[in-house]
């Protein structure tokens, strides 16, 4: 499984736009990236998928570059709300394969007034 | 998306007893259940996987037979912490792999007094 490296924390202010990146330089050709949130005393909720390029939905936007050796999450105009830990994966196929997910230490997002 | 019940939230126990947290999937059949414990301020790390009707894969330095997993349906997983002890206060989520992918259970906050 492709080890995962991200910072450890940021912190933002109401309105700005946030981005986390995460490392993966051993990700397989057949690899998919993926992005959690997690709230304290919640389980992790899913964000955002990509296998390159760039992929946007209704809370984020995540970009990958051509050799996809990393990934780069944006959050738009973020809230106090947005405060939690983003964790970034990579696993097999679109699905995952049913395979364990490794979780690295995740990025500790505060966002202030 | 799919959902994932997970029951008790939160528990307290006395030491020596066992405590069982179970995991429903509400729209899917899982396959595969992936059962993690978290400790404050730490990442999600990984104690077993199991399959409908098989016996569970433990990870390296969890103990089987104190962390006892049930996985008898597609759409129910129980996990039991026999014997708790203060050291097993932690908070355990399970998460479910089926055709959607992983969805995680709301997480269950065990304390052992």
């Known amino acids: 499984l492709a080890k995962t490296t991200q910072p450890i924390s940021m912190d933002s202010y109401e309105g700005q736009e946030v981005n986390i990146t995460c490392s993966h330089n051993?990700?397989?050709?057949?690899?998919?990236i993926t992005w959690y949130q997690q709230f304290p005393s919640q389980g992790p909720r899913f964000i955002i998928q990509?296998?390159?390029t760039k992929v946007t939905n209704e809370v984020a936007s995540l970009f990958i570059p051509a050799d996809r050796k990393s990934s780069t999450l944006s959050l738009p105009r973020v809230s106090l709300s947005d405060t939690a830990v983003y964790y970034c994966l990579v696993a097999n196929g679109v699905t995952g394969g049913g395979n364990k997910l490794t979780f690295g230490t995740g990025t500790q997002l505060k966002v202030e007034l | 998306g799919a959902v994932v019940s997970q029951h008790p939230s939160w528990v307290i126990c006395k030491s020596g007893t066992s405590v069982k947290i179970e995991c429903r999937s509400l729209d899917f059949q899982a396959t595969t259940m992936f059962w993690y414990r978290q400790f404050p301020k730490q990442s999600l790390m990984l104690m077993a996987t199991s399959n409908e009707g098989s016996k569970a894969t433990y990870e390296q330095g969890v103990e089987k037979d104190k962390f006892l997993i049930n996985h008898a349906s597609l759409t129910l997983s129980t996990l039991t912490v026999t014997s708790a002890h203060p050291e097993d206060s932690s908070f355990y989520i399970c998460s479910e792999w089926g055709a959607n992918g992983y969805t995680f259970g709301s997480g269950t906050r065990l304390t052992v007094v």
């Open positions: 051993n990700i397989a050709t057949n690899d998919y």
């Open positions: 990509g296998y390159k």
